[in-house]
């Protein structure tokens, strides 16, 4: 028998530097599709949220809230989208005024859309100095729904008064614009101020609270009204709005 190479058949063993290649390759081709499938989760998560409602059976009087950040508002547009009522940013702590407030609260009306306005409470500022900022820049008109007080924490805040001092300084807020609107304010503390001061045990004012996509489950007492999406987007304003419900035997008016 003749000596020599003898010819195989089969397959060449793959060279080591191509199989960790190979590898490699496998393994950037399965994190490249995990994350176009991540991304498109997100962007239809995102797509979800910005149109999202509860249903209107459920809860058939529905409205928004609006502030200088979305723009020149197109309130004719606004009511189409389905909004019943608005909510809009007028004045925070002692000094500040949205610069969008006269505006939107003039055309709201002119498009027949009934608004109330949002005082934010600074914890910085005494509250008769607070009351005096809303009294000069909310005017009292039979047809606004009652103010709301927007109740959070602020980074540019960093005290923390007792229960007791914040109750009392509160009380002496609302009772001084109350006497200006001749109607009594909502209540709109978020959870962690909740959480923190309680205010719906020792203040008997209708509540406004606040969770996205589920109803809430804090405040001493049943919620009339329900910021249920922090993220809608709709024909009318730039960004995002908040789209409120009002509890069908609730009343804000």
Sequence with gaps: MATGA????????????RDWRGAL????????????LSLLAIGLALWWAARWAPARDQYPWQGVTIDASNGTVHWGSIKAAGADFAYIAATSGADRVDPAFARNLRDAALADVQAGAIHRYDLCRLATDQAANFIRNVPRRKDMFPAAIWLDFDDRCPDRPTRALLLSELTTFLAQI????????????????????????SIARTTWLRR?????????HPWAMWQANDYMRIAGADGTVGWNVVRPDGDIK
């Design 6 to 17: 003898i010819k195989s058949g089969g397959k060449k063993p793959a060279k080591p530097g």
């Design 25 to 36: 390759l496998r393994l950037l081709k399965r994190i490249g599709a995990a994350l176009l």
């Design 178 to 201: 109350e006497a200006h609107t001749g109607k009594e304010s909502l209540i709109a503390p978020s959870p962690a101020f909740e959480a923190e001061y309680q205010v719906t045990r």
């Design 212 to 220: 996205d996509f589920f109803t809430p489950e804090y405040g001493a």
